[in-house]
């Protein structure tokens, strides 16, 4: 097959981005469509990249002192109704069960949309002493949020995900872990998934239901329009007064604890697509690939030559390299094509020419070129080359994201910038009613408030700028 053929199965990236996402996810073989409209099947190459991304974050949850635990998918109707915002919040997204072993149940069960109620109504159960506390502790699981206009990774109505959940004495504490895990995510962000994000505070309307505050990260994607790929809030007392999360403190008086919670979910698989995906397909992080070298042997069937491959196989898993010998049947034209669309980020091309030369040919996906390299130490040498591709990968679209932040002093500005794909900086004096009239006028929204105000207008009414806000159409 004629390499434009095989690159003509993905639509064109710049002229139809959605369809190139639906086209890129489908072929590559990461997702499938279920029985049950809007929900997906991640299938083994697509779960690969989910379980690298678990272990990754996994070991730096650890790392941090937080703990693993499993809570329950069905959660009592009458736990979602506690905490009044969070109802509002969520009901129109909640699935309920209200038959189980052929009869009516006394109360519905909701199928946890998040698991802030359950794991507070164990919490307080376990909490007693101050001595108890901090409590801290993540779950990895799924979780179902019925939605109307459903896309692969981004949106679907069950995903996969990890929620933390920390209870402490004092709100200063809660609210230093709601920024410390929102920095472990971003640290995250840049060295696994190579992917730049803006992180910041969510304005009101923008924060989780029944959160003090909500700080999110987002990242550009290829079309410029934004991601939020992870959030963390900081609940104040709210959640722990609905379900009694109380402590006897140092000073022997009764209390109410201070909780916060953190997320990511299979979306991120979605924003790592979108940020480094080209025409040819998928381009993986090599953090996070299932493949990181793919060998092709050329002249397959000449003496040596599989063996050669395998031989360079083991040496570079001994290395601790994800690598795969594709020896199928098809023609080495094929399997480029075939590994550049799945996104592998090296390709060695291995000969009889090559092994006599004790020589191979690689190809970095990243910059789609192709170089020599020595068979002697090829393991150090790849991982080297997988180190400079992650780099590049970051550099890449750090530079776009940079390029792509303009400001706006009016509201035809801001149209005009996120017409053209860009996040655009902008004053905001802090009322709903100005942030509602960007949505209407550019359908654009809020998506992190900026450290510090710098703007001195508001883009909407031109009073005095209370938060510099990066606003940004959102996926
Ligand atoms: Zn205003």
Redesign the pocket.
């Known amino acids: 097959m004629a390499k434009d053929q095989f690159v003509s199965q993905i639509a064109d990236i710049d002229a139809d981005f959605p369809q190139w996402y639906t086209d890129v996810v489908i072929k590559t073989k990461l997702v499938d469509y279920g029985p049950v409209k809007g929900i997906m099947v991640i299938r083994p190459y697509g779960y690969a990249i989910w379980e690298n991304i678990q272990r990754e974050l996994d070991t730096r949850f650890k790392a941090a002192g937080v703990e693993n635990a499993y809570f329950p998918l069905l959660i009592p109707m009458s736990f979602m109704t506690k905490e009044a915002e969070h109802v509002e919040g969520f009901a129109p997204e909640v699935a309920v069960v209200t038959h189980a072993g052929g009869a009516k149940l006394e109360e519905p069960l909701v199928v946890r949309p998040t698991s802030e109620t359950i794991i507070g109504h164990m919490m307080g159960k376990w909490v007693e002493s101050w001595r108890d506390l901090p409590l801290r502790q993540n779950q990895w699981c799924n979780v179902m949020r019925w939605e109307k206009t459903t896309r692969p990774f981004l949106r679907t109505s069950e995903f996969l995900w990890q929620e933390g959940h920390s209870v402490y004495a004092t709100g200063e504490e809660a609210e230093t872990e709601t920024l410390n895990m929102l920095h472990l995510y971003e640290e995250f962000a840049k060295n696994v998934l190579c992917m730049p994000v803006l992180t910041g505070r969510k304005t009101e309307k923008e924060k989780f239901a029944g959160a003090v505050a909500t700080y999110g990260m987002e990242a550009m994607m290829h079309d410029g329009k934004s991601l939020q790929s992870g959030t963390t809030h900081y609940m104040g007392q709210n959640f722990a007064k609905a379900f009694g999360v109380q402590f006897t403190g140092k000073d022997g008086v009764l209390q109410y604890g201070y909780t916060m919670s953190y997320g990511v979910s299979t979306r991120l698989i979605g924003a790592l697509i979108m940020t480094h995906g080209d025409a040819r397909g998928l381009i993986l992080p090599p953090p996070v690939a299932p493949v990181q070298v793919v060998i092709v042997p050329i002249a397959a069937k000449k003496e040596g030559v599989l063996e050669a491959c395998n031989a360079l196989k083991e040496e570079l898993k001994k290395a601790g390299l994800r690598v795969k010998v594709d020896d199928s049947e098809n023609s080495p034209g094929w399997k480029f094509n075939e590994w550049e669309m799945k996104g592998v980020p090296v390709r060695v091309e291995l000969g009889p020419r090559d092994i006599e030369n004790g020589k191979m040919t690689v190809f970095r996906r990243d910059i789609c070129e192709k170089s020599e390299l020595g068979l002697a130490d090829a393991g150090k040498e790849l991982c080297a080359l997988l180190g400079e591709i992650s780099e590049n990968l970051y550099h890449k679209a750090e530079k776009r994201m940079k390029e792509r932040i303009v400001d706006a002093e009016t509201l035809e500005e801001l149209l005009k910038g996120v017409d053209g794909g860009n996040f655009v900086r902008a004053g905001?004096?802090g009322?709903r009613a100005?942030e509602d009239k960007v949505k209407e006028f550019a359908q654009a929204t809020a998506r992190v408030m900026d450290k510090e105000n710098t703007a001195e207008k508001?883009v909407?009414?031109g009073?005095p700028s209370v938060h510099t806000v990066f606003f940004a159409r959102a996926y």
């Open positions: 905001w004096c009322c100005c508001c909407v009414c009073k």
